[in-house]
Protein backbone atom coordinates (compact mmCIF):
# COMPACT_ATOMS: atom_id res chain seq x y z
CA UNK A 1 0.00 0.00 0.00
CA UNK A 2 1.09 3.85 -0.82
CA UNK A 3 0.08 6.65 0.88
CA UNK A 4 -0.90 9.40 -1.33
CA UNK A 5 -1.04 13.04 -0.72
CA UNK A 6 -4.42 14.08 -2.37
CA UNK A 7 -5.74 17.76 -3.17
CA UNK A 8 -9.38 17.26 -1.43
CA UNK A 9 -10.18 20.91 -1.65
CA UNK A 10 -8.86 24.36 -3.40
CA UNK A 11 -9.78 28.13 -2.60
CA UNK A 12 -8.25 31.56 -3.05
CA UNK A 13 -8.73 35.15 -2.00
CA UNK A 14 -8.08 38.37 -3.70
CA UNK A 15 -8.02 41.87 -2.41
CA UNK A 16 -10.71 44.44 -3.84
CA UNK A 17 -8.82 46.85 -4.49
CA UNK A 18 -8.06 46.17 -8.10
CA UNK A 19 -5.16 48.62 -10.04
CA UNK A 20 -4.67 48.37 -13.93
CA UNK A 21 -0.99 49.15 -15.09
CA UNK A 22 -2.18 52.46 -16.28
CA UNK A 23 -2.32 53.92 -12.32
CA UNK A 24 1.45 53.82 -12.57
CA UNK A 25 1.93 55.54 -15.55
CA UNK A 26 1.38 58.46 -13.11
CA UNK A 27 3.75 58.04 -10.80
CA UNK A 28 6.81 56.08 -12.24
CA UNK A 29 8.40 56.35 -16.08
CA UNK A 30 6.83 53.25 -17.49
CA UNK A 31 3.33 52.65 -19.69
CA UNK A 32 1.18 50.17 -19.69
CA UNK A 33 2.44 48.78 -22.86
CA UNK A 34 5.83 48.41 -22.00
CA UNK A 35 4.63 46.14 -18.83
CA UNK A 36 2.19 44.38 -20.89
CA UNK A 37 4.85 43.71 -23.67
CA UNK A 38 7.88 42.55 -21.52
CA UNK A 39 5.64 40.55 -18.63
CA UNK A 40 2.03 40.57 -19.90
CA UNK A 41 0.44 41.20 -16.54
CA UNK A 42 -2.56 43.92 -17.18
CA UNK A 43 -3.69 44.37 -13.44
CA UNK A 44 -3.27 43.55 -10.27
CA UNK A 45 -4.47 43.27 -6.45
CA UNK A 46 -3.55 45.42 -3.78
CA UNK A 47 -4.62 44.67 -0.03
CA UNK A 48 -6.30 47.45 1.84
CA UNK A 49 -4.96 49.74 4.81
CA UNK A 50 -5.17 46.72 7.75
CA UNK A 51 -5.46 43.79 5.37
CA UNK A 52 -2.64 41.22 6.38
CA UNK A 53 -1.33 38.19 4.82
CA UNK A 54 -3.12 35.68 7.67
CA UNK A 55 -6.08 37.96 6.63
CA UNK A 56 -5.96 36.95 3.44
CA UNK A 57 -4.57 33.23 4.35
CA UNK A 58 -7.69 32.39 6.54
CA UNK A 59 -10.16 33.72 3.87
CA UNK A 60 -8.45 31.34 1.11
CA UNK A 61 -8.60 28.48 3.71
CA UNK A 62 -11.81 28.51 4.39
CA UNK A 63 -12.89 28.70 0.67
CA UNK A 64 -10.63 25.23 0.42
CA UNK A 65 -12.16 24.25 3.53
CA UNK A 66 -15.76 24.43 2.23
CA UNK A 67 -14.47 23.17 -1.19
CA UNK A 68 -13.38 20.34 0.31
CA UNK A 69 -17.02 19.58 2.52
CA UNK A 70 -14.62 20.34 5.61
CA UNK A 71 -14.27 22.24 8.71
CA UNK A 72 -11.06 23.35 10.61
CA UNK A 73 -11.71 20.08 12.84
CA UNK A 74 -11.05 17.52 10.55
CA UNK A 75 -7.38 19.42 9.89
CA UNK A 76 -3.95 18.13 11.52
CA UNK A 77 -1.67 20.56 10.23
CA UNK A 78 -1.40 24.35 8.54
CA UNK A 79 1.84 25.71 6.56
CA UNK A 80 1.69 29.16 5.05
CA UNK A 81 4.38 30.02 2.61
CA UNK A 82 4.81 33.65 2.94
CA UNK A 83 7.77 36.19 3.00
CA UNK A 84 5.20 38.94 3.98
CA UNK A 85 4.29 37.75 7.06
CA UNK A 86 1.98 39.55 9.61
CA UNK A 87 4.65 40.46 12.56
CA UNK A 88 8.53 39.05 12.83
CA UNK A 89 6.57 36.14 14.55
CA UNK A 90 4.40 34.07 15.66
CA UNK A 91 4.04 32.91 12.02
CA UNK A 92 1.32 33.96 10.02
CA UNK A 93 0.12 30.11 10.06
CA UNK A 94 -0.59 30.31 13.76
CA UNK A 95 -3.04 33.73 13.30
CA UNK A 96 -4.45 31.71 10.31
CA UNK A 97 -4.80 28.65 12.82
CA UNK A 98 -7.06 31.21 15.02
CA UNK A 99 -8.78 33.32 12.54
CA UNK A 100 -10.23 29.34 10.63
CA UNK A 101 -10.92 28.23 14.63
CA UNK A 102 -8.73 25.47 14.77
CA UNK A 103 -8.02 24.35 18.25
CA UNK A 104 -5.82 21.38 17.58
CA UNK A 105 -2.73 20.37 15.68
CA UNK A 106 0.25 22.45 14.73
CA UNK A 107 0.99 25.41 12.18
CA UNK A 108 4.12 26.74 10.84
CA UNK A 109 5.65 28.88 8.09
CA UNK A 110 8.02 28.07 5.18
CA UNK A 111 10.17 31.23 3.59
CA UNK A 112 11.01 30.56 0.36
CA UNK A 113 9.83 33.61 -1.39
CA UNK A 114 8.40 32.87 -4.95
CA UNK A 115 9.37 28.90 -4.66
CA UNK A 116 7.63 28.89 -1.20
CA UNK A 117 4.57 26.86 -2.01
CA UNK A 118 6.22 24.13 -4.08
CA UNK A 119 8.67 23.96 -0.84
CA UNK A 120 5.73 24.03 1.62
CA UNK A 121 3.44 21.57 -0.65
CA UNK A 122 6.87 19.34 -0.79
CA UNK A 123 7.15 19.68 2.80
CA UNK A 124 2.75 18.78 3.33
CA UNK A 125 3.54 16.08 1.26
CA UNK A 126 6.47 14.48 3.26
CA UNK A 127 4.12 15.01 7.09
CA UNK A 128 1.38 12.97 5.45
CA UNK A 129 3.81 10.08 3.83
CA UNK A 130 5.74 10.00 7.30
CA UNK A 131 2.10 10.00 9.34
CA UNK A 132 2.61 12.92 11.02
CA UNK A 133 -0.52 14.73 9.53
CA UNK A 134 -3.68 12.74 7.60
CA UNK A 135 -5.16 16.36 6.11
CA UNK A 136 -2.79 19.74 5.96
CA UNK A 137 -4.19 23.08 4.36
CA UNK A 138 -1.15 24.32 2.84
CA UNK A 139 -1.21 28.00 1.95
CA UNK A 140 0.47 30.74 -0.03
CA UNK A 141 -0.24 34.15 0.74
CA UNK A 142 1.65 37.04 0.34
CA UNK A 143 1.35 41.34 0.87
CA UNK A 144 4.08 42.06 -1.20
CA UNK A 145 2.95 45.98 -1.76
CA UNK A 146 4.16 46.52 1.53
CA UNK A 147 7.67 45.99 0.39
CA UNK A 148 7.78 47.70 -2.87
CA UNK A 149 10.02 50.72 -3.90
CA UNK A 150 6.88 53.19 -5.00
CA UNK A 151 9.82 54.57 -6.74
CA UNK A 152 11.22 51.77 -8.39
CA UNK A 153 9.83 51.39 -11.87
CA UNK A 154 11.47 47.84 -12.08
CA UNK A 155 9.94 46.49 -9.60
CA UNK A 156 7.06 48.49 -8.18
CA UNK A 157 5.04 47.06 -11.19
CA UNK A 158 5.28 43.68 -11.68
CA UNK A 159 4.04 42.36 -7.55
CA UNK A 160 0.01 41.66 -6.62
CA UNK A 161 -1.46 40.60 -2.80
CA UNK A 162 -2.97 37.54 -2.57
CA UNK A 163 -3.63 33.99 -1.17
CA UNK A 164 -4.85 30.45 -1.68
CA UNK A 165 -4.58 27.10 -0.39
CA UNK A 166 -4.88 23.85 -0.69
CA UNK A 167 -6.56 21.01 1.54
CA UNK A 168 -3.97 17.73 1.43
CA UNK A 169 -5.66 14.15 2.61
CA UNK A 170 -3.40 11.05 3.05
CA UNK A 171 -5.58 8.60 0.67
CA UNK A 172 -4.64 4.94 -0.40
CA UNK A 173 -2.75 4.37 -3.67
CA UNK A 174 -1.08 1.96 -5.81
CA UNK A 175 2.29 3.24 -6.21
CA UNK A 176 1.87 3.94 -9.89
CA UNK A 177 1.60 7.06 -11.63
CA UNK A 178 -1.76 6.66 -12.12
CA UNK A 179 -2.32 7.58 -8.60
CA UNK A 180 -4.18 11.24 -7.63
CA UNK A 181 -2.18 13.06 -5.19
CA UNK A 182 1.64 13.81 -5.35
CA UNK A 183 3.70 11.74 -7.15
CA UNK A 184 7.23 13.81 -7.04
CA UNK A 185 8.64 16.85 -5.59
CA UNK A 186 12.20 18.54 -6.85
CA UNK A 187 13.63 21.15 -4.47
CA UNK A 188 16.56 23.37 -5.06
CA UNK A 189 18.13 26.27 -3.42
CA UNK A 190 21.73 28.09 -4.51
CA UNK A 191 22.74 30.69 -2.27
CA UNK A 192 25.41 32.23 -3.73
CA UNK A 193 22.56 34.44 -5.82
CA UNK A 194 21.33 35.87 -2.89
CA UNK A 195 22.01 39.19 -3.89
CA UNK A 196 19.98 38.80 -7.28
CA UNK A 197 16.36 39.13 -5.59
CA UNK A 198 16.45 40.16 -2.28
CA UNK A 199 14.88 42.89 0.29
CA UNK A 200 17.09 45.02 1.90
CA UNK A 201 15.94 45.10 5.60
CA UNK A 202 15.47 42.95 8.30
CA UNK A 203 15.11 41.98 11.93
CA UNK A 204 18.68 41.33 12.44
CA UNK A 205 20.26 43.98 10.29
CA UNK A 206 18.30 46.67 9.77
CA UNK A 207 15.46 46.58 11.97
CA UNK A 208 12.72 47.18 9.36
CA UNK A 209 10.60 45.72 6.84
CA UNK A 210 13.11 47.02 3.89
CA UNK A 211 12.32 47.30 -0.07
CA UNK A 212 12.18 44.39 -2.37
CA UNK A 213 15.82 45.05 -4.79
CA UNK A 214 15.81 42.83 -7.90
CA UNK A 215 18.85 42.52 -11.01
CA UNK A 216 15.41 41.25 -13.17
CA UNK A 217 17.46 40.21 -16.46
CA UNK A 218 19.87 37.85 -14.19
CA UNK A 219 16.69 36.57 -12.43
CA UNK A 220 15.01 36.03 -15.79
CA UNK A 221 18.22 33.99 -17.67
CA UNK A 222 17.99 31.44 -14.17
CA UNK A 223 14.13 31.14 -14.49
CA UNK A 224 14.14 30.23 -18.26
CA UNK A 225 17.11 27.63 -17.01
CA UNK A 226 16.02 26.11 -13.89
CA UNK A 227 12.33 26.03 -14.55
CA UNK A 228 12.06 23.62 -17.28
CA UNK A 229 15.57 21.43 -15.15
CA UNK A 230 13.58 21.02 -12.66
CA UNK A 231 9.81 20.34 -13.75
CA UNK A 232 11.93 17.56 -16.03
CA UNK A 233 13.52 16.45 -12.78
CA UNK A 234 10.39 15.86 -11.25
CA UNK A 235 8.99 13.88 -14.12
CA UNK A 236 11.78 11.62 -14.34
CA UNK A 237 11.37 10.73 -10.92
CA UNK A 238 7.98 8.87 -12.14
CA UNK A 239 8.99 7.99 -15.29
CA UNK A 240 7.08 10.61 -16.96
CA UNK A 241 7.78 13.17 -19.78
CA UNK A 242 6.16 16.49 -21.01
CA UNK A 243 3.81 14.43 -23.00
CA UNK A 244 2.40 12.86 -20.35
CA UNK A 245 1.23 16.27 -18.99
CA UNK A 246 -2.17 17.73 -19.10
CA UNK A 247 -1.19 21.79 -17.09
CA UNK A 248 1.76 23.26 -16.23
CA UNK A 249 0.29 25.82 -13.30
CA UNK A 250 3.62 27.52 -12.97
CA UNK A 251 5.09 30.73 -11.00
CA UNK A 252 3.34 33.85 -12.59
CA UNK A 253 6.01 36.17 -12.77
CA UNK A 254 6.23 37.11 -16.37
CA UNK A 255 4.64 35.51 -19.27
CA UNK A 256 7.45 35.34 -21.21
CA UNK A 257 9.08 33.33 -18.64
CA UNK A 258 5.90 31.09 -18.46
CA UNK A 259 5.91 30.51 -22.16
CA UNK A 260 9.64 29.74 -22.84
CA UNK A 261 9.42 27.11 -19.98
CA UNK A 262 6.28 25.53 -21.65
CA UNK A 263 8.41 25.48 -24.88
CA UNK A 264 11.55 23.97 -23.01
CA UNK A 265 9.01 20.81 -21.88
CA UNK A 266 7.43 20.96 -25.03
CA UNK A 267 3.77 21.33 -23.50
CA UNK A 268 1.93 23.55 -25.59
CA UNK A 269 0.61 26.83 -24.17
CA UNK A 270 -3.43 25.61 -24.30
CA UNK A 271 -2.28 23.47 -21.64
CA UNK A 272 -0.78 25.91 -19.15
CA UNK A 273 -2.94 28.32 -16.62
CA UNK A 274 -2.17 31.56 -16.91
CA UNK A 275 -3.12 34.15 -14.10
CA UNK A 276 -0.11 36.73 -14.47
CA UNK A 277 -2.57 39.02 -16.52
CA UNK A 278 -5.09 39.31 -13.85
CA UNK A 279 -2.62 38.98 -10.78
CA UNK A 280 0.97 40.02 -11.64
CA UNK A 281 3.59 38.07 -9.43
CA UNK A 282 2.00 37.15 -5.84
CA UNK A 283 5.09 35.31 -5.35
CA UNK A 284 4.09 32.24 -3.26
CA UNK A 285 0.44 32.82 -3.76
CA UNK A 286 0.70 32.43 -7.31
CA UNK A 287 0.02 28.75 -7.76
CA UNK A 288 -2.53 28.16 -5.61
CA UNK A 289 -4.11 31.25 -6.61
CA UNK A 290 -3.94 29.71 -10.09
CA UNK A 291 -4.78 26.43 -9.32
CA UNK A 292 -7.83 27.55 -7.69
CA UNK A 293 -8.91 29.79 -11.08
CA UNK A 294 -7.87 27.09 -13.08
CA UNK A 295 -10.21 24.77 -11.39
CA UNK A 296 -13.06 27.35 -11.18
CA UNK A 297 -12.57 27.92 -15.17
CA UNK A 298 -12.67 24.21 -15.72
CA UNK A 299 -9.27 23.71 -16.77
CA UNK A 300 -8.04 21.39 -14.10
CA UNK A 301 -10.21 17.93 -14.07
CA UNK A 302 -9.73 15.08 -11.35
CA UNK A 303 -7.32 13.05 -12.70
CA UNK A 304 -5.06 15.36 -14.78
CA UNK A 305 -1.48 15.21 -14.51
CA UNK A 306 -0.36 18.54 -13.38
CA UNK A 307 3.25 20.19 -12.81
CA UNK A 308 3.53 23.19 -11.06
CA UNK A 309 7.33 25.29 -10.82
CA UNK A 310 8.62 28.11 -9.35
CA UNK A 311 11.98 29.89 -9.18
CA UNK A 312 12.57 33.07 -6.49
CA UNK A 313 14.75 35.18 -4.19
CA UNK A 314 17.89 32.26 -2.79
CA UNK A 315 17.71 31.25 -5.63
CA UNK A 316 15.41 29.03 -4.29
CA UNK A 317 13.62 26.45 -6.85
CA UNK A 318 11.70 23.76 -7.05
CA UNK A 319 8.43 21.55 -8.97
CA UNK A 320 5.32 19.26 -7.61
CA UNK A 321 4.40 16.30 -10.25
CA UNK A 322 0.61 16.08 -8.90
CA UNK A 323 -2.42 14.12 -10.26
CA UNK A 324 -5.67 16.62 -9.56
N1 LIG B 1 8.73 50.70 -17.51
C1 LIG B 1 9.52 51.11 -18.53
N2 LIG B 1 10.80 50.73 -18.63
C2 LIG B 1 11.30 49.90 -17.68
C3 LIG B 1 10.51 49.42 -16.61
C4 LIG B 1 9.17 49.87 -16.54
N3 LIG B 1 8.34 49.48 -15.56
N4 LIG B 1 11.27 48.62 -15.84
C5 LIG B 1 12.49 48.57 -16.40
N5 LIG B 1 12.51 49.34 -17.51
C6 LIG B 1 13.62 49.58 -18.42
C7 LIG B 1 14.97 49.39 -17.76
O1 LIG B 1 15.33 50.55 -17.03
C8 LIG B 1 15.86 49.17 -18.97
O2 LIG B 1 16.15 50.41 -19.56
P1 LIG B 1 17.64 50.73 -20.08
O3 LIG B 1 17.86 49.73 -21.17
O4 LIG B 1 17.53 52.13 -20.55
O5 LIG B 1 18.53 50.53 -18.89
C9 LIG B 1 14.96 48.42 -19.93
O6 LIG B 1 13.60 48.63 -19.46
C10 LIG B 1 15.23 46.92 -19.98
O7 LIG B 1 15.37 46.44 -18.64
P2 LIG B 1 15.53 44.91 -18.33
O8 LIG B 1 15.57 44.68 -16.85
O9 LIG B 1 16.66 44.34 -19.14
O10 LIG B 1 14.14 44.38 -18.92
P3 LIG B 1 13.65 42.91 -19.11
O11 LIG B 1 13.22 42.69 -20.49
O12 LIG B 1 14.59 41.90 -18.48
O13 LIG B 1 12.30 42.89 -18.22
C11 LIG B 1 11.60 42.15 -16.04
C12 LIG B 1 12.36 43.20 -16.86
C13 LIG B 1 10.14 42.21 -16.45
C14 LIG B 1 11.77 42.43 -14.55
C15 LIG B 1 12.17 40.74 -16.36
O14 LIG B 1 13.56 40.78 -16.29
C16 LIG B 1 11.67 39.66 -15.45
O15 LIG B 1 10.51 39.27 -15.48
N6 LIG B 1 12.58 39.07 -14.61
C17 LIG B 1 12.26 37.94 -13.78
C18 LIG B 1 11.40 38.28 -12.63
C19 LIG B 1 11.14 37.03 -11.83
O16 LIG B 1 10.77 35.99 -12.37
N7 LIG B 1 11.38 37.05 -10.55
C20 LIG B 1 11.34 35.82 -9.77
C21 LIG B 1 10.26 35.75 -8.87
S1 LIG B 1 10.13 37.18 -7.84
C22 LIG B 1 10.48 36.73 -6.21
O17 LIG B 1 11.03 35.70 -5.88
C23 LIG B 1 10.13 37.72 -5.17
Known amino acids: MTIRAVVRG ?30 G ?14 DMGARAAQAALTDAGMTAEDIDAIIVATSTPDLTFPS ?18 VQAVCAGFVFALANANALILSGQARRVIVIGAET ?12 CVLFGDGAGALVLEAQEGTGTPADRGILATDLNSDGSYRDLLYVDGGVSTTGTAGHLRMQGNQVFRHAVEKLAATA ?28 ATAQ ?13 QDHGNTSAASIPLALSVGK ?27 RW
Not at 10 to 35: A, C, K, M, Q
Not at 146 to 154: A, F, G, K, P, Y
Open 144 to 155: FSRILDWDDRST
Open 41 to 54: IERRHFAAKGETTS
Open 10 to 39: VGHYLPERVVPNSEFETSVDTSDEWIRTRT
Open 232 to 259: HAALDKVGLTGADVDWIVPHQANLRIIT
Open 92 to 109: AASMVQDKIGMRRGFAFD
Open 296 to 322: ARGQLKEGDLVVTEAIGGGLAWGSVVL
Open 264 to 276: RMQVPMERVVVTV
